[in-house]
């Protein structure tokens, strides 16, 4: 079992940067790909980014890219979502996800999430 607790959301003007977190509490961070989703009002959970669990291989979604970095910090089972450049369209509820495989769905676990506002 992975418990994930997210912070760091908060509300922030257009062009401004935000720094989201993730602590994990389980023996297993180490080995498992990390990953960030947003959620929009009225919208489905998007993939925004994911991390293998050496913290060498990286993904993506196009529209963050060039404006966030996912990292992770192994020893202190954390991941973090570096957010710069943020956008109105950005505003999300943003989640920390847990799982065995890199990919763009299918983790297994799941935080409470944190809310992003990017006032225009």
């Known amino acids: 079992q992975v418990q994930l607790v997210e912070s760091g959301g908060g509300l922030v003007q257009a062009g401004g940067s935000l720094r989201l977190s993730c602590a994990a509490s389980?023996?297993?961070?180490?080995?498992?790909?990390m990953a960030w989703f947003r959620q929009a009002p009225g919208k489905e959970r998007a993939f925004v980014a994911s991390?293998?669990?050496?913290?060498?291989?990286?993904i993506y979604a196009d529209s963050v890219k060039g404006r966030c970095t996912i990292s992770r910090d192994n020893a202190k089972n954390t991941v973090t979502l570096q957010m710069n450049s943020l956008k109105p369209e950005d505003t999300a509820v943003y989640y920390c996800?847990?799982?065995?495989?890199?990919?763009?769905?299918?983790?297994?676990?799941w935080g409470q999430g944190t809310q992003v506002t990017v006032s225009s």
């Open positions: 991390i293998s669990w050496s913290g060498g291989t990286t």
């Open positions: 996800a847990a799982g065995r495989y890199l990919r763009r769905e299918g983790y297994d676990y």
């Open positions: 389980a023996r297993t961070f180490s080995t498992s790909a």
